[in-house]
Structures are given as C-alpha cells and as structure tokens.
C-alpha cells in the first residue's frame, strides 16, 4: 500500500478526525451535523466545531446545516492529479481509447489498499455513475482494481486482502478467496481483465495493467452499459484496444 501509515500514538487526534469527518462528507456527497455525529459517536457541538472550521477554511460549504466538500479541497486533489506521474503519461492516450470506443475510459492507481479514479475521459454518449474522480473502490469488485492486484507483489496484496476482505458489492462480486486467485491468474495469463457487472450492476468494464520494470503502477480502462457492449466487444474488441493503450502508456513511461 502506497500511503503512509502513522501509529494512533502519533497522530494529531482533532486534526485526524476533521479529515475523516471531511472524507465521510466527500463520501456522502455532503451531510448535516447529527447524521455525522451519529457516524461517529461524538457529540454534536463536537461535530459542529470541526464543521465550522473546516468551512472557515474553505474545505466544506455550509448550505443551512448541509455541508458540502468545498473548493479548496477540490484545489488540492487537482493538484495532486496534474503531479502525478501516470496521470502525465497515460491521459492522452486514455482521451484517444474513449473517443474510438465512444465509452467512459479510466485511470486508476492503488492508494491505501484501494482503487482511487486519478482520471476520466467520458464520450458524449457515456452512461453516468457514482465513479468520479477521487472515487475510491474495492480492489477486487472492479476490473481495475483486479488489473492491479494481479501484478501486486503478493505479500503486499494478501495485506489488503487480510483488511478489507471480499465484501459483495453487486451479486456478481467475487466473494471467495479462492475464486479471486484464479481471476488473478487469468489476468496474468492473458494481460487483461473483465468486470461484468461486479461493482455496479448492467455495467460492463475491461482493464490493463500499466507496469515499469516488473511493478504495477496502476491501470486504465473502458467501461459501458451492457446493452451497447456486447459478447464480441466485451471479450475480443475492448480487450485488445486496452491492452495496446496499455502498452504505449508503458513506452512513455519507458521514455519519460
């Protein structure tokens, strides 16, 4: 896992609770000071005071008592996108992969043990969904998270696994340890990998692996409605367009 890690004796405990308090907001797309204080279990004038600087400082925005994430915030998520290294070298090539396919194209990364969405390229005709950029998954319910753990020294993906189990997001979700491994090989065996309504349900996706020297730096897709993806396209046409985008994202990389 990629994000560094501090002992509960270490941190600030105000300053680690204002950041969950914002990331719980950030995953509700906004919330009101008793439902957060009811998450929690603090009392609501404690709440309400991290709420209140948090919006003083431009992070939250206060509409009548419903806190929304703020544009600061945004600024440096944004920030953090634009530096990062795979962002630099795959979007491009991720913008081309959903204008010929006419579908939402992706890049992941690993961070803290789950997929975040670095960037999205989205066709005029693609469907709208709750992955947006920032967005963080499980691993094994999407075929990015999937790509990824495939190629993920094995020690570092059992320690995932071992924190967040195998929850089922969808009834298609791979729930079984063993199951899971098998996909993993798959993916190893022929450089790609399927989500056929694993994480949301109608919503088909395929996914590469982006890798330098041996090391998996995150994975890019293309993800439609079942209805516009069919059989031949799932398994044949997608597959060789993602993993070609793939491997000249790997040469920039190569060459950067």
């Known amino acids: 896992m990629n994000q560094e890690a501090l002992p509960s004796s270490g941190r600030v405990q105000a300053t680690h609770l204002s950041l969950e308090i914002l990331d719980e907001i950030r995953h509700r797309d906004g919330a009101g000071v008793t439902e957060l204080a009811t998450h929690f279990d603090r009392s609501k004038s404690t709440i309400h005071s991290h709420l209140r600087t948090l919006a003083g400082e431009g992070y939250l925005v206060n509409e009548d008592g419903f806190y929304t994430v703020g544009l600061r915030a945004l600024q440096l998520g944004g920030h953090a996108r634009v530096k990062h290294p795979l962002y ?3 979007k491009d090539e991720v913008d081309e992969l959903a204008r010929e396919t006419g579908e939402t ?21 693609a469907v709208t969904t709750d992955s947006h950029v920032g967005t963080h998954v499980f691993l094994h319910s999407t075929a990015v998270g999937k790509a990824i753990l495939a190629y993920m020294d094995e020690s570092e993906r059992e320690a995932i696994l071992d924190e967040y189990g195998l929850p089922r997001v969808t009834p298609n979700t791979v729930t079984d340890r063993g199951a899971l491994t098998a996909r993993l090989e798959d993916i190893r065996e022929r450089g790609f990998a399927f989500d056929d309504g694993e994480r949301i349900e109608g919503l088909r996706c395929v996914a590469a692996p982006i890798k330098s020297d ?8 293309v993800s439609g409605p079942k209805k516009r993806i069919d059989e031949e396209t799932f398994r044949s046409t997608l597959p060789e367009l993602v993993r070609d985008t793939a491997r000249v994202i790997e040469i920039n990389v190569i060459y950067s």
């Open 88 to 90: 630099r070298m795959a």
């Open 214 to 221: 041996e090391e998996v730096l995150g994975s890019i897709s």
């Open 105 to 125: 194209a992706k890049i992941v990364v690993e961070e803290g043990g789950k997929g975040v969405y670095l960037y999205q390229a989205r066709s005029k005709q």
